[in-house]
């Protein structure tokens, strides 16, 4: 299944006027333009195959600035009509030609949109044409009419729309298509459009940090947000090895991933060297002593256990501190088994077991090229590196 992701960028942002004169997805959060941040998130996401933004004519410098730092993950921009659903609209269009299967459609002006929400968009499309992320409405509702309160609007089944919206990429592109035949037809939302298509849209629980960034007190907020996360933390690189021999068997275990193998791991648990080496470089950087410290080979309770745990405990314990993996990197040294067809299974592995996404994870593998004991094949070794961030 592709997933398509479309960004849309080519509002003017009014009511969001600023010093600087450009439109709000253009300025700055942090140190970096707020469109920038927005494609980060579905840069990383392992599940977005393509990436299509959507801007004003007026804008190619200022999308060229923002996007420069995807510049080879992202399709060729696509120019805006007058109305958002114009601009969409002429965003489906292009991507009709690549013929993904889903599509999800963001506000440019959510720079906080993260993996987990996209996930969860992408995983309601398996049962509904539609997926809309929403949060239930908490504040207290007022009808008003000429300046005064005239009245109570009941909170009950009322929710608060957010992007990305997902949809079967046929199925809106019709949608739109239909929609466009009648002028007078001026929606706010996709999901709007497919509402009125007669698409089935499913609720998906949205995010309350995915807030959409309107007002110029937005961008102030946002940005004294984003300078102060940056401003804190420390990062840290903690490294790891192991090394576990070799008896006949029928597979290995290699970074939570089972292969085929004439041979097998010896060792006390499953004797994952992979998982072994990065577990110890998870707890190096919090200067947390080794997997040997909290897991001894001489305790019954770990013979046989999966390597899994071990890993997820020093991630609990980097959680705990109050820290984030940022990237994790593991080197296999081995004749054999070939690595390469399981390296994205692995990489999924072991993104599953921290709880990052799969880009942040990386697989190498070489051979000893005959030489010691991995080139005489009696043992396989891993080298491994991660880098977090704590307080």
Known sequence: MSVAALIVAAGRGARAATDTLQPKQYCRIGSEPMLTHTLCAFAAHSGVDDILVVIHPDDRVLYEEAAGPFAGRLLAPVMGGARRQDSVRAGLEVLAERS?????????????????????????????????PCLPVTDTLKREEHGRVMGTVSREGLWRAQTPQGFHFDAILAAHRAAAQDPTLDFTDDAAVAEWFGLDVALVEGAEHNRKLTTAEDLTIADEMMRRASGTGTMRVGSGYDVHALEPGDEVILCGVRIPHTKKLIGHSDADVGLHALTDALLGTIADGDIGTHFPPSDDRWRGAGSEIFLKAAADKIAARGGSIVHVDVTLLCEAPRIGPYRDAMRGAMAQILGIESVQVSVKATTNEGLGFVGRGEGIAAMATATVRVP
Request: overall charge negative.
């Open 100 to 132: 993904p299967d889903r599509v999800l459609i963001h506000d440019a002006a959510r720079p906080f949109v993260d993996g987990a929400l996209i996930s969860r968009v992408t995983a309601s499309l398996e049962g509904h044409p539609g997926a809309l």
